[in-house]
């Protein structure tokens, strides 16, 4: 079973930023993507980006591009998610998750089939 693990929310200006990391641990080889989503209260959870595993190949969805970056680090099994010029709207639990191989879209909740306990970011105005 992997696990995730996630860290790094808090409370945040506008315009400021916050780096969110994201552990794995357990047989992480059976793992392509990690995902980054975000729910707000009273909507569903929502794709924020994704990175392939071995290929260092990162997606974002379009509110986020040029303002968050999705990196790994391989030999400490982390996924790190920074997010600079954050906005209001930004404000969200956030969840890193993994999925086995799949012919599923990387954005796609349902494709991911382990899941960190999520870490909530709040950006005042």
């Known amino acids: 079973q992997v696990q995730l693990v996630e860290s790094g929310g808090g409370l945040a200006q506008s315009g400021g930023s916050l780096r969110l990391s994201c552990a794995l641990s357990?047989?992480?080889?059976?793992?392509?993507?990690v995902g980054w989503f975000r729910q707000a209260p009273g909507k569903e959870r929502e794709f924020v980006g994704a990175?392939?595993?071995?290929?260092?190949?990162?997606y974002y969805t379009d509110s986020v591009k040029g303002r968050f970056t999705i990196s790994r680090d391989n030999a400490k099994n982390m996924i790190y998610l920074q997010m600079n010029s954050l906005k209001p709207e930004d404000t969200a639990v956030y969840y890193c998750?993994?999925?086995?191989?799949?012919?599923?879209?990387?954005?796609?909740?349902?494709?991911?089939?382990?899941w960190g306990q999520g870490t909530q970011v709040t950006v005042s105005s």
């Open positions: 357990g047989p992480t080889f059976l793992t392509n993507y």
């Open positions: 998750a993994a999925r086995r191989f799949s012919t599923m879209s990387y954005s796609d909740v349902n494709a991911y089939d382990y």
């Open positions: 990175i392939i595993w071995s290929l260092r190949s990162t």
